[in-house]
Each structure stands twice: as structure tokens, then as C-alpha cells.
């Protein structure tokens, strides 16, 4: 992804409550090498069941908090499958997050959305590192930045359906 400011990060943030203060943007932001990486994510570490994603395209920064819902022993045996890089994992590889909707209307403040994702939020590691069949025509290369792509625009889509007005029924 392109590199993004600290003021972008934080104005992308598309269901900040308003009683919440300010982003806590992570103490490593200087160091991130934008250009391997697909989204910014990272937790809050006083809330560590906080985190927050950050992705941009050439001319907007899209970005969510979220919140890790607990993990059910359960589904231990099962493989889960993360929603933004779509690799199967074990089950506490992967974590149900939900995002909250931002809004004053108290009923839709109540509803969320909920995506499954890599639980270290380290969807950019485990897309580079995935094998790639290679075809004649594509190159490894070509197949990481067509995942990287998909990944990305899967996460614009979740973000704009959160951000979402929903018509209001009177
Ligand atoms: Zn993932």
C-alpha cells in the first residue's frame, strides 16, 4: 500500500465513538515499510482486544475498529478461514472481530458487523508466504500482488459496509 500520514490514519477510522478520545496509533508507526504491507493493523494496547485496520487507495484511507470476540474451545478442531486474505487456519489462528456501528441512532449503534480474521493480523506475512502455482502467464510476483489486490478490496468492502447509512424506516 502507499505510505499514509498519522492524521490520515486517524480521520479514516470510519466507527470511532464519539466519546472516544483519540486513535492510538502504534508506538512502531515510523518504522512500517508501507510497500510490503496491505493494511495497517494493530491493537490498542490498553484494550487488547481492540484493534484497529487501516488500508488506503490512491486517494482515500479507509479504516475500522474492531473488537475480538472470545474464542470457543468448541470449534477447536475446525479450520477457520480468514475473510480478508482467505487462508485456512487453525481455529485460534483466525478470530471473529466485530465492528460496531458509530452512530446516535441507538437502535443502529446496537447492530455490527463481524469478520473473520487472521488473529495476529498478519494477513500480509501469510499471503507472501502461501505457495503460488505458477502458470506460464503469471509469475509469482503477479499472483502475490493479484492476492494482495483482492485482499485490499475486500477490506474497502467491509469497511464502506460498516460506514453504511442505512435507510431510516419510519
Ligand atoms: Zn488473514
Not at 488506503?56 to 477457520?80: E, Y
Not at 487462508?87 to 441512532?105: H, I, K, M, P, Y
Amino acid at each position: 500500500m502507499r505510505p499514509i500520514t498519522r492524521d490520515e490514519v486517524r480521520g479514516a477510522i470510519v466507527n470511532l465513538e464519539p466519546a472516544e478520545k483519540r486513535v492510538r496509533l502504534p508506538a512502531w508507526f515510523d518504522d512500517v515499510s508501507w510497500h510490503e504491507i496491505d493494511y495497517l493493523g494493530w491493537r490498542d494496547l490498553r484494550a487488547p482486544k481492540r484493534a484497529y485496520l487501516v488500508t488506503a487507495t490512491d486517494d482515500q484511507a479507509f479504516g475500522v475498529l474492531l473488537r475480538q470476540a472470545p474464542n470457543h474451545a468448541f470449534l477447536a478442531s475446525r479450520a477457520m478461514m480468514c475473510d480478508l486474505c482467505r487462508s485456512s487456519r487453525r481455529f485460534n489462528e483466525v478470530s471473529l472481530f466485530t465492528a460496531q456501528r458509530s452512530s446516535r441512532d441507538k437502535r443502529r449503534r446496537l447492530s455490527a458487523r463481524g469478520l473473520h480474521l487472521c488473529t495476529d493480523l498478519d494477513c500480509m506475512a501469510i499471503i507472501r508466504s502461501k505457495p503460488v502455482r505458477q502458470s506460464i502467464d503469471s509469475s509469482v510476483e503477479d499472483a502475490i500482488k493479484e492476492r494482495s489486490e483482492g485482499l485490499r478490496s475486500r477490506m474497502i468492502a467491509f469497511i464502506r459496509s460498516v460506514a453504511e447509512v442505512e435507510p431510516t424506516t419510519l
